[in-house]
């Protein structure tokens, strides 16, 4: 008689490498894209905005805080209605100025197709920065109002 075999429980690991705590692993693989076989870091594990904790919630889990976690609603959802209005996405710096070119671009590369109305680079992170070519350096000077070269772009004189 074969026995099947059991998978064993996503690991879940914060912005540090460190394994979630227990509370937070145990909710955190709720919304885990259930394929997922190796060990993954919180921050592509699923989008945050689509749980009922929140954004801001799941950031401080990645950063190695313990929030309170909310007594309410605690199961999978979809995304916020208010997030997936047909406003456009207005991307914006920390002080609430709408990207520049070539920056806005090169940021909706990255953002969640599903996000709508005005989010900033800043608080927000609409995507992860250091899993992008630019990097987080860069994107924290475009997030500060800064121009930072693009890596690879070629800068012309005249």
Known sequence: MKTLKTRKPLIILNEYGKRLPPKYMKLARKYADKRRTKPCDLSVAFFWIDTPEGYAFWRNVDHGKSPKIPREKTTPTKA??????????????????????????????????????????????????????????????????????????KTTRG
Do not use: C, Q
């Open 80 to 153: 916020p209605k208010k997030a997936l209005g047909k406003k456009p996405l207005v991307l914006t710096d920390s002080i609430g100025e709408e990207l520049k070119e070539p920056y806005k671009s090169l940021a909706l590369k990255y953002t969640d197709k599903r996000l709508a109305g005005e989010h900033s680079l800043a608080e927000n992170r609409v995507f992860i920065w250091r899993d992008t070519p630019e990097g987080h350096i860069f994107w924290m000077n475009v997030a500060d109002g800064k121009s930072p070269k693009i890596p690879g772009e």
